[in-house]
């Protein structure tokens, strides 16, 4: 008795249709709109597979899409503080910022600003 062979239902695109589906991703790929949407995403790339690869985010350590939520954000900070211990110190003071609109305001009528909250334990 021979057996009938069952076929898999096809998905995907006819193999015969790649040539022209490749033509048109090419052309589209040369229009400004979609070098804008790569530029984007080019510069997430590395970051996605710095994680993915070097932090081991393919695979989440906890059940439950709240707990994984926490584990990427301080996997994220825990990045974050590694590339910026990372960087030179900077060996110049910063500028001093410009006053705000309202500081101008009191400059300007001579009425004495109130001391800024950041040195107020100092």
């Known amino acids: 008795m021979h057996q009938h062979r069952r076929q898999r239902p096809h998905r995907g695109f006819s193999p015969a249709r790649a ?4 033509l048109r991703v090419r052309t589209e790929q040369q229009t400004p709109e979609w070098k804008a949407r790569y530029a984007v995403r080019s510069g997430v790339e590395s970051t996605v597979n710095e994680f993915a690869h070097g932090h081991g985010m393919r695979r989440c350590r906890y ?5 994984a939520h926490i584990q990427h954000v301080l996997t994220a900070i825990a990045v974050n503080i590694e590339r910026l211990s990372g960087l030179p110190p900077t060996e110049e003071n ?3 910022r410009r006053p705000t609109a309202f500081q101008d305001y009191l400059d300007q009528r001579e009425i004495p600003r109130p001391k800024s909250w950041r040195s107020l334990g100092s």
Do not use: E, F, M, N
Not at 19 to 22: H, N
């Open 63 to 67: 059940r439950g899409q709240g707990k």
């Open 94 to 96: 910063p500028t001093p």
């Open 19 to 22: 040539p022209y589906l490749q």
